[in-house]
């Protein structure tokens, strides 16, 4: 890591807010098994399945995530594409930058060449937006992005690209702005 990172006042006041949260969110989780151990008289096991329902939660929410920032690097790469942008320089500005990601790591590169090896299913991630959907809807809040990348991953699965990895996605995208392989079923 290069120290002269450390020089960047913004990176730094993230990180130490960053330090503070992990450092409370953890210390909530210790307190919170003392008070079901200690003073409610929870079992291991019973304070483990205490925690499952939060748990969940935040795995679904993430998968919501993980499907709206694959959406959006579908978009991204339509539309640098469409605009005659080399590829290769998008995926090297997004680098570093803020809107860096692992998504773009894992995904950019076979997006950009139409080859994505199968890594989660666009069926699968399809089942998890709807479950984000569900825990947001009877949490009483909405997640619309989740709800918009849904609706990609859904006609994903209607052109046959289901047992394709989720980055298939791409080819929804083309399709509605008629460019790329899937174009003619647009």
Not at 90 to 115: A, C, F, I, Q, Y
Request: hydrophobic residues 45%; aromatic residues 8%; negative net charge.
């Amino acid at each position: 890591m290069p120290l002269r990172i450390l020089r960047v006042p913004g990176l730094i006041n993230a990180s130490l807010v960053r330090g503070f949260l992990v450092t409370g969110m953890y210390s909530t989780f210790f307190l919170a098994t003392l008070y079901l151990e200690q003073v409610r008289h929870f079992s291991a096991l019973e304070t483990g399945a205490a925690f499952l329902p939060w748990t969940l939660t935040v795995a679904v929410l993430s998968q919501g995530v993980t499907a709206v920032n694959c959406a959006t690097l579908a978009q991204a790469i339509t539309v640098a594409r469409r605009s005659g942008i080399d590829l290769d320089a998008l995926l090297d500005v997004m680098t570093g930058g803020s809107s860096d990601s692992t998504m773009r790591e894992l995904k950019g590169r076979p997006m950009v060449e139409h080859d994505y090896p199968v890594l989660f299913k666009l069926e699968h991630m399809l089942k998890d937006v709807h479950l984000c959907l569900e825990e947001s809807r009877g949490a009483g809040a909405s997640f619309p992005f989740a709800g918009l990348a849904g609706e990609l991953y859904s006609a994903g699965v209607g052109r046959g690209l289901g047992q394709q990895d989720f980055a298939a996605v791409l080819e929804v995208v083309e399709g509605l702005t008629g460019d790329g392989p899937s174009a003619d079923t647009a």
